[in-house]
């Protein structure tokens, strides 16, 4: 069995930066265990779905995906200000916050700079305009 569009896949993975750093992995950290989503489902950026689709369980493949097949590049205007005032006295330059949109969801954001009367935060997704490059092993389809 391969996987194919819309089967439930299950696979181990670590995801590195170009420089060797490890941003997220399903051995260590918040993701313990196994990924879960479905092929072809728009679950995961949409170059690691390309990269599944075909393999079996238990084939291992190393692949590198560019930015606009992962998070994009970022987008100047995901570069907003805020008031001051909103933010706690504690916030720094560096700092993930989340902010509050009107229906409720909150979105992250990174704060960049700070004055005395706003606070500058970029809403792009933090490994937008990186290369991702991915070691995985298919655990199960479904």
Do not use: C
């Not at 918040?30 to 084939?59: N, R, Y």
């Not at 560096?94 to 009107?102: A, K, R, S």
């Not at 704060?111 to 935060?121: R, S, Y």
């Amino acid at each position: 069995m391969v996987i194919k569009k819309g089967d439930k896949v299950k696979l181990d993975y670590t995801g590195t930066l170009d420089d060797g750093t490890v941003f997220d992995s399903s051995k260590h950290g918040d993701h313990s265990h196994p990924l879960e989503f479905e092929a072809g489902a728009g679950q995961v950026v949409p170059g690691f779905d390309k990269a599944i689709m075909g393999m079996k369980v238990g084939e291992e493949k190393d692949f590198r995906l560019e930015p606009a097949e992962a998070y994009g590049e970022p987008r100047p205007e995901l570069i907003q200000e805020a008031p001051r005032d909103k933010f706690p006295p504690e916030v720094k330059e560096g700092m993930m916050v989340g902010i509050g949109l009107p229906n409720g969801a909150k979105i992250p954001g990174r704060v960049v700079k700070i004055n005395d009367k706003t606070v500058k935060l970029d809403l792009n997704h933090p490994l937008a305009g990186k290369a991702l490059n991915f070691k995985i092993k298919i655990v199960a389809i479904n």
